[in-house]
Each structure stands twice: as structure tokens, then as C-alpha cells.
């Protein structure tokens, strides 16, 4: 048999549930992982080995009572910006580097009603801004299938630990494509959820309109069952949704009959690499022949202004976030100063890296008076038709299919200095969150021996018709199954 740190969420669970392994020993055989290969990808920011291995005693005791849920004595790890009470949560930031919630998130607490096992925190962008994971304060988190590269971004961290076993699954967010890209970059499976689906109680705000949390996962099926776990009504997240929580298993099926899927001409943007472009129209024709019918001429005119939009809506709600990061109530302080206003200035400038001062600063001046009307506001218009757009392609076909990326993953330092190369680098996934709709991104080949990733667009609250493309598609192909050449 493989190593169990190989094997997927359902797999382990049959194992688990047949008393064939325990959790003690899929825990530790994660934990050896982390250790055998951390040195040269860095996705974690905290291991909490001990811990976990009291979890996984735990579960492993519920398993003996025959009481074992779906993601029961699984271990995971957890984006650094999702709250663990008595485990530091550093959002990847100086500022939050000693913070130890006094809390779980809600995702957290319904994790642990099943008995998941945690086993750490991942590596992320400062405040989840960033698509390559170097913007962590700490250190930057290398992609497993060539190492001089970036692992796509913000949630890094969580993608590398899927792809190279050293988490059974992966929790992430995504606020303008941080689960989607860096699962397209490291060749797993990653859903961002439609607004409102996932309680975001315990999240550290960044784009409070666009954040979601969501699972990264070895297959489709992994990402169903944490789906059923973290979905739903929470009454501490205002924005959450009051819908029921399908089970999301129900509809994966291998093929697509009387399914309707568009492609939209304008996500195959100038600048995208050529194989790139091939690898999709590969795997679209995959689609249509296990049965869906593809329109290769859908349009959504609007995207074009989704960059500027998300640069202009994103920043201002991160400045006002942001804003409560004074070195008074919580995080670090600068101590050193000679007035109040001295000390929050410190706190800011000592605490906050270059990228989210950025943001800061881009926001304030998008929300300042004589600007709010001509920026934030015209952006908020731009907002509603693409979110309109979206709306009337639906009424026309079941998903839409695009690229997750415009290229494979790029070189690390590659982008650093210019942030709109950087910025672009979302260009496919941002429309999305400024929609709220949901997508998945799913392994769908190779270009130059790096990972192609095809994101799945779906109406609002319709996840499970997604997933059941992905799983179909997943089944006639077996890019899932591919593993980076890291020992
Ligand atoms: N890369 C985008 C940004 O920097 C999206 C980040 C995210 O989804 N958290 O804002």
C-alpha cells in the first residue's frame, strides 16, 4: 500500500471506518510527510503536532463506537488567517505574528464536531493579498512541481500541502481568486463558494463583498464532503445565507448529459500562453464528449473592467478592515513612541508589509472625498452589470468554462516588482467573486510539464451542478492522479 498520507478524505474514511488504520497513524504519516519535505516547499506557518495527535486519539476512540463522520480523524490544515482557539493565527502578517484567537471560526467548530484532526496552519500573502504566496512576512512558499516557482496565491500555503500529501485536505480563501489559482498552479482541486454559503465568522477580514472560505482537496469527492461539512446558516455572519445545505455528494455523476456549458470568448485574454489555451480547448472537448453541449461563442462583455473594478472595491474595503490594526487592542505594538498618534504610526508602518500599505493607500484615496463618486462609486455600477451579465448567461446555459490562469505558474521574484503583472495574474478568477458566484478549479493537464488548471463557473447556490462537471470530467481523465516529482 501506498503511504497513508497519500490517500484522499473517502478513501481514508473507508479505511478509518473498517478499522484498517487509525487516525493516530494517517496523522502521523502527515506529520512525517511535513517533515520529509518542508525544508524545500515551506507551506506551513504552525504544526501543531501534539495537538493533533490528541485529536487523533479522540477520533480514533468515536471510530471504534462506529460513529465515524466523513471528514472524522481526517487531518487538515488551515489557511493562517481562519481563528484557532489556543493556536497562533498570523494572516501571514508581522502584525498578527504572536496572535492566539480566544476563539474558533465557525468553519473550525464544525470541523471539529467531526473530529477532524488539525495539524496546522498555511502559509499565505499578508492578509491574503497577493497571487504567489510571496507576500508572506515570514518567508515564501514554493511551488512542489518546480521549485524556483511560485505556488500560485494568496492560500499558497494550503495548495502545496495538498499536492504534496502533507494534508489529507486544505482549507483556503478566496477573496479574488486565492483558493482557484493556487489549486490551478499546483494541480488540485479548489471551490470558492457563492457569497453567503460559508459562515466567514472568525475570518480576518480582507474584501468583506468578496471574501469566501472554501476547501482545497486531492479530488471532487473530497471537495463534496468538506462542502457538506462547512456549508450553511451561521446566525454570528450577517452574510450568510439562509438556504439549505444540499448533500453534495448526491449529484456526482460520470457524464454530463442535457448539460449546457458556455465559453466565455473574453476570459481567453490576449496574453495567454499559447499551450496554455490548448491544454483548455483539450479539455473542453473532453466535456462535450462525455455529453455536455459546449458554445464556444458565449460572451461577457464586461469582464474586460473586472480588474479595475476589483483594484478599486477590494483596496477601500481592506482600508477600512484594516483600519482596527492600531496597536491598542490587539496584535503587535509598536512601543517606542512619544504620542498616541506616534504609536499607531509605528505600529502601521512596522507592522504591515509593502504590498498591503499598497492596498491602504489605494483604498483611502479611492474612498476620500472628490474621489468616492468617480472611483468607488462608478465601480459599484460596473459591479452590478457584470453581476447582470453573469445573470443572463445563465439563462442560457448551466456553467461556464474558462481557464483558471492566463499561464502556468510563473518564476519566484518574476512579478515582485511590478504589481500589475502580479494583479493580472487573477484576471479569470476576480469577475467571479465581483459576481459572489461559485467556482471550482480541477487539474486539466500540463503545459511544459507545469500544472493547467479549468475553472467551472455556476449560478448562485448551484455548487452541486460544478462539482458534478468537475467529477465528470475528473472521471474520463486522470489528471488528479498525477503527484510532483518531490520525494
Ligand atoms: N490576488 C488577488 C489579490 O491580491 C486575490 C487575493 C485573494 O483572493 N485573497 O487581491
Redesign the pocket.
Known sequence: MNELCELTIHEAHQLLQQREISSVELTESTLQRIAETEDRVHACLTITNDLALEQAALADACANEGQAEALTGIPVLVKDLICTTGIRTTCGSRMLETFVPPYDATVIEKLKAQKAVIIGKTNMDEF????STEHSAFFPTHNPWDLDRVPG??SGGSAVAVATDQAIYALG??????IRQPAGFCSVVGLKPTYGRVSRFGLVA?ASSLDQIGPLTKDVTDCALVMNCIAGHDARDSTSARYPVPDYTTQLVPDLKGLRIGIPQEYFVEGMQGEVRETLETAINKLQEIGAAIDWKASLPSTRYALAVYYIL?PSEASANLARYDGVKYGFSAVKASSVIDATEKTRQLGFGTEVKRRIMLGTYALSAGYYDAYYVKAQKVRTLIRQEFDQAFQEFDALVTPTSPTVPFRLGEKLEDPLQM?LS?VCTLPINIAGVPAISVPAGFADGLPVGMQIIGKPFDEETILRIAFAYEQATDWHKKRPPLQ
Do not use: I, L
Not at 491574503?128 to 497571487?131: C, D, Q
Not at 480563501?173 to 486565492?178: A, C, R
Open positions: 491574503a493579498m497577493g497571487s496565491g494568496s480563501s478566496d477573496t479574488g481568486g486565492s480582507f477590494a494583479y487573477d
